[in-house]
């Protein structure tokens, strides 16, 4: 009885584990220009697609920005609390097939992100094809 309650917990525990290192959770961004971190995206799960929405700014003075030259229903909404990630899909080891949104120009991008290691995610959006685009790196709060 001890061996299989033994074997159980250690093939169990792997998926406990996998959980936890996956995309979901707060994330720190990164500006490209600074190397500063901006603001803090949480990353989350909804009726199996991933999302992504601002929880915090770091710079005060932006604090209650709008996002103006947004379009739809995210039009002249606070930027902190806005959904900036929609609709990725799980594609092996990538999430794909969504879109992100910079709320500095209101702009709609083709989304990738990849779990690089437990506390590094790389996001990348670009028009088109995935060659003709930018790349951050986000790293996960602790």
Not at 15 to 29: D, E
Not at 115 to 122: C, G, I, M, Q, T
């Amino acid at each position: 009885m001890k061996k299989i309650f033994t074997v159980l917990i250690l093939l169990i525990s792997p998926l406990f584990f996998a959980q936890s290192n996956g995309v979901t959770g707060m994330w720190r961004t990164i500006d490209d220009e600074t190397g500063e971190a901006r603001a803090i995206v949480e990353i989350y799960e909804k009726s199996g697609k991933i999302y992504g929405r601002v929880m915090e700014i770091f710079a005060p003075e932006h604090k209650k920005d709008i996002c103006k030259n947004c379009s739809g229903l995210d039009a002249n909404k606070p930027i902190l609390g806005l959904t900036i990630i929609k609709g990725l899909s799980k594609d092996g080891d990538e999430y794909n097939s969504g879109e992100i949104m910079d709320p500095k120009n209101g702009r709609h991008y083709r989304c990738s992100i990849v779990l690089k290691s437990k506390n590094k995610l790389k996001v990348r959006g670009y028009i088109g094809i995935a060659l003709l685009g930018r790349t951050q790196y986000w790293y996960r709060v602790k």
